[in-house]
């Protein structure tokens, strides 16, 4: 099984390349984010044409998440337990298999409100995983998490510590929340450090240079982790030109299926 996370920043605008990347790796499960539509008009039609259903919450010009996969899902929850944060936060289960997938605040600076709401974000997270779930549970938590949790996950480490996706207040809550029973994927397979998920527009030559961050994930409760057989980055997406790529690109993981 293959279960991929992608923030495509405007599905809209990459919709040529999110179509093109699925007919070529044929996904069984893309997350995406920053889908940046209101539901009306999220692009359904085009991924049901080639059989795939597609499950989201939106809205204008900011956030969304969306789940595109081959099997619709047999529950789906819309944000945390109190139905907030719905453009953020979307939960399905395909029989024992639950996901969830979320776009993480930035958290803009470390001195803003916004930073704080980061971190009550991931607070909350912690939370529901707490009431929703067990460490036995078959899940995957997944997407853009914003949070570069060592110092591998970035191009710079010493000059960028402090950032708001990079600072140790950040990671000591990024592994309180792992502790509960999740566990990194992409590394079970690439423990060394050099790869990244994302590239900033702003730098140039980010990508050529490997001037990136590793902001998105796929973290696995120990029943799917054991099945994990391998992970990767897809970094010729990211380089596309034609059309203009996001900022982000795709990370996979490969699942065997379950012997029980």
Known sequence: MK?????????RARLPLILT????????????????VQDDAFPSSDFKSMGYSAVFSG?????????????????VVYGFDDQSEKPRLIRCRFGDLHIINSYVPQGRDRESEYYQY?????????DLLQINYTPETNLIWLGDL???PDPEDVYDPKNLDGHVCFNSELSELFRHICEWGLHD?????????????FYDYRMRGSVSRNNGWRIDHILATRSMYALSEDAWIDLDARQSKDPKP???????????????
């Open 3 to 11: 279960i991929v996370t992608f923030n495509a920043n405007s599905i």
């Open 185 to 197: 994927v992409f590394r079970k397979h690439h423990p060394e450090p050099g790869h990244f998920t």
């Open 21 to 36: 990347w699925i007919d070529q790796n044929q996904p069984d499960i893309l997350a995406v984010q920053e889908t940046k």
């Open 246 to 260: 996001s900022d982000h690109t795709f990370l996979t993981a490969l699942f065997r299926q379950s012997e029980s």
């Open 118 to 126: 980061k971190l009550n974000w991931l607070r909350r997270m912690h």
């Open 59 to 75: 809205q204008k010009a900011y956030n969304g998440v969306a789940v595109i996969s081959r099997q619709p899902p047999d529950d």
């Open 146 to 148: 914003n949070v570069a």
